[in-house]
């Protein structure tokens, strides 16, 4: 019987507007979180693969030096695979011709992610003993064919297949080379290293998710000097500035989505409950238990979960597979397998905040009385003393789980609280300092001002509520729009996509005037290679505290320059740009993570020379802008003398890209790298989480409609009796409507302003911590927001006030509705 008159009054709730408002906001915020969680969640995924298949491992350890063997005992004992690389440069030989070339000898398993792919096809994993694979590059520039012979050192190899494609090609400049792929066991023989050389060891790892975790942990704690551990989580390709953000962007989205979901839950359920309280007393009158009472709504909120969250899920699912269409040409195939803790979580959250929020709102019903029956109307939605400690409570578990962070959730649940109950009275506040600015200016001040008084605590909640729904939006669509920005700030027009290395000194007035002459804008710099070896004279395990000694610009040889000015693509942060002699300029993160500042001496090695230079700036630089780009920056004089190679970019049209073979046959010695492609990728990648974006705000946008009609509509009934009230003592229709818009247009107007305070700051904290983006002020917001804020309510409070005509006033006065 108890579930037959749930259904039964379900079915009449979903003829009402709170009724449908409730099932609607579920059903949004089911949606939208199960489309953010699963694409997050498969975005992440697919690009940590990537990223392994780019590394050929899950992780890696890297040093000058060969590793110790317990790195090996250790990865014995966590239950991973691993493999050695060594990778040198070196010149390959032709009787002919010769070639700097980068040359891994690597061992069997080999990689042990993702895989090589050669033409002709080889059913070995590696080369045969004293055979090579080659990139195509050696074969046109060394002037040769798969079965001729090259010399690499003190012996000869056979060529045996052209390298297609192939992951773990390093790092640095060395990576850019033409690549060569041979035996470990034949390195020995070719006497190329020897004591001093420069080479880089590496030692490979794979394993399941845990157990990379767990490796993590371990040798990150036991790195020696010169050791260097990369993992394919943190180190992305180079579109991860685009991609992370997008990633953090559907991560602030989801937990924005479940915020709005959860008010508008909770508003809807206050008018849920306000409209129960004549049923209840009839039904209690007929002899229905508090027990029955209980079922009785238990069972409601779980058929109206089940009726919303659902279809929500499945939306959500819909939506996530368009958004992994669109993307599904730049994301590593097959794709991961769809996480099925992630596709139940989004309704088993709404789930639980219905039920709590219900149960808690609802319960008290079970105190109502008879009375109720004749008192239509005039009762406020009652709640449980128990949902004032039940919902921060929940809400702190559930954003904790969303940004995987205790600290961080504790944060923004109070301060979520917080800002509401000070938005509230704010709101409060204004409208009172507002309304009285009309004193004398409006016929109807006096109305106004009583209206005022009697909704204050109304305006209160609902003004903090709106408020807060406010700032969340405007934070969505600003990150949206300036994260936009800086990514296509990040490849601009210009973009070089040709990149020109090892430029030797008597090379460089002839290559300049070879540029000069295609009309190639460019500049070359200067490029030497060296290591930090002292910091105000101390050595760094003195100068520098253990976690900063773990910094790359410690572990590894810098590309150092120098230059009489800034570079153009520099912004300089600190001090000034000086050409005193051993005057130097570095890089602003470096500074930061080492605690340098201006005055500073830093001491240097290249090879057997020992140099210093003071601190004169601290720049700005865009790793990601293409361009030669440098830590160190010299004043002329100081490292000149040093033995150098130049290097240069530039951007070369498509209808002009033979002008680069002609380039390379009259300077065979130079190497050219092409990121033509990668460039390509990128833009592709940027526009389509770019429609991404757009799709997921304007479902989060809506959403958040949703919540402010259903936050006008909570004190509509109370409105009804009083605008009845006002129509029997004589006011005319037309002055009742005009008392509620001057009400909406001073909420609205308090609202707005309250909202373009909270949302600058909360977008200063959001783009610190979480975008990396630089903070900047929004002059827009501040001019938009009032303005929008006042007309959002205005319309929607018109809309919703429909029922308010003469007729139904009367009605209510005779008691129907």
Known sequence: MISMLALRQLKTQGRRPDGRALLISVFLMTSLITLLSLTGDRLQKSLVNRSAEILGADLIISSQRALPIERLSQANALGLTSTSVTQFTSMVETENAMLLSSIRAVRDPYPLRGKVITEPPQNASLPSRNSVWVEASVLTRLNIKIGDFVNIGYSKFRVESVLISSPDRGRGFRSFNPHILMRDADLAATRVLAPGSQAEFRQLFAGTPEQIKTAERTFTSTLEKGQRLYTAKGDQPVRRNAVGNAGQYLKLSALFALLLGSFAIYLSLRRFSADQQSRTALLMSLGLSRKQLFQLFSIQLFLGWLLAAIPGTLAGLGLHQIILWKLGSLLPQPLPALSMLSLVSSPLLAGAILMVAGLATLLPLG???VLALIRQGNEQASTHKLLYWLTPIVLFLLIALFVESVLFAALLTIGLLVAGMIAGWGVQFLIYRINLGLKGRIRLFPLLTLRIRQQ?????????????????MTVLFFARQDMLSEWQGQLPDDTPNQFIINIQPWQKASVTQWLDEQKIPSTLYPIIRGRIESLNGEKPAQAFTPQQRRHNTLNRELNLTWGNQIPPHNTLNQGAWSSADNAISIEQSMADELSLKLGDELGFRVGSDLFSGEITSIRGVEWGSLRPNFYVIFSPGAIDHLPTTYITSFKIDAEHKGATSALLNEFPSLTLIDVE????????????LSDSASLILLLTLLSGLILVITTLQQDLLQRRFEVALLRTLGASGK??????????????????LLASMMSETLLYLVYQSLLKLEPQFHLFLWLTLPLLATLLFTLTGLLTRRALSLPSSYRLLKGGE
């Not at 818009?741 to 609202?751: D, Q």
């Open 367 to 369: 105190q109502t009385s």
């Open 735 to 752: 002055q009742t409507r005009q008392l509620d818009l001057l009400e909406y247009l001073l909420m609205g107007l308090s609202c707005g």
């Open 456 to 472: 204050r605590h109304w305006h209160r909640l609902q003004g903090g509520v709106l408020s807060l729904l406010l700032t969340l």
């Open 677 to 688: 492609q990668l460039i390509l990728q990128a833009q592709d990648l940027i526009n389509k």
